[in-house]
């Protein structure tokens, strides 16, 4: 035996019944995070997370050298993944059926981090009823050069138009450099219904206000705008979940905030694992909000906004 195998086998630890191996690997260098950091990071958050990750179909962000190395999206079940990754057969639209994968346990959450994930990336629906979406996400992304105050304009500026159309709203810090506009939805409409309410919101705003926003994906036709990503609103699409890390330098957090909280803000990755943990005595602020349905009021209140 080596000495590196050595070293890695002594740092073997359980974390929440779960084995996690070598958890003494650096996986933030900058942040000094190891893996057994973020494995702990998971167990330690894992009820919360759950109310908003649990039996949905997941996407996970891998990065087995660390987020200094490649990272890779998994998006489909394989062998030999630890007990609490469960999986879901899902027909795809052109009628092919793949495994996904899901967790419904802090052991499912741990176990990912087991593999190595860092990230999990969720779908806007649950296994129970995977054609009809339980929430509606506005991914705000600014161009490079602009403010995180412009970004928080633009988040209320989309939380007005919703309120308009009867949704509540919450925003989240995605860790990274924008925020997501998440919309808790009653499960009264399929996906169709949901693609078209956040497309025709997002060209609603790029029409009205084109200095500003943009409603395609396209990076020329960012230039210092931002873009109102609606597509995490299709069937299949992913968002980062709540309370989950980023693979990225500074070991930020994606965050649910109150819309208070989100005004006095300075930048949208300052959340650590340490800062969200002191937290978790307060309610999520995604619980706090009533689901709404968009139901022929939503729409008719949209398509009213369009012609204003
Ligand atoms: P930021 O605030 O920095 O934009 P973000 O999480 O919103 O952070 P985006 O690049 O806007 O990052 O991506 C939005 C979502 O789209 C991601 O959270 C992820 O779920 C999904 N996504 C983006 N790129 C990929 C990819 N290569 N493979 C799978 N899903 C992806
Ligand atoms: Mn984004
Ligand atoms: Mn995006």
Redesign the pocket.
Known sequence: VSAKAEAEIDSDATIGGVKVSSSDRVVFPDAGLTKGDVARYYEVVADRMLTHVADRPL?L?RCPDGISGDCF?Q?HAGKGFPDGIRSIPIEEKDGGTEDYMYVSTPGGLIGAAQMSTI?F??WGAARDRLDRPDRMVF????DEGLDFADVKRAAGEVRAALDACGLASVPM????????VIVPLRRISEWDSVTYFSRVLATIFATRDPARYTATMSKAKRKGRIFI?W??NERG????APYSL?A?GGAAV?LPLTWDELGDLER?DTFHPADVEARLDRPCPLDQVEPRGIGKGAVRALEDLSKS
């Open positions: 996407s962000l999206f998006k990230e990336h969720i991914d705000l992304d600014p810090v995605t860790g990274g450099k924008g925020v997501h990503d597509l995490r699409a992913t968002a980062v980023r990225r994606a949208p």
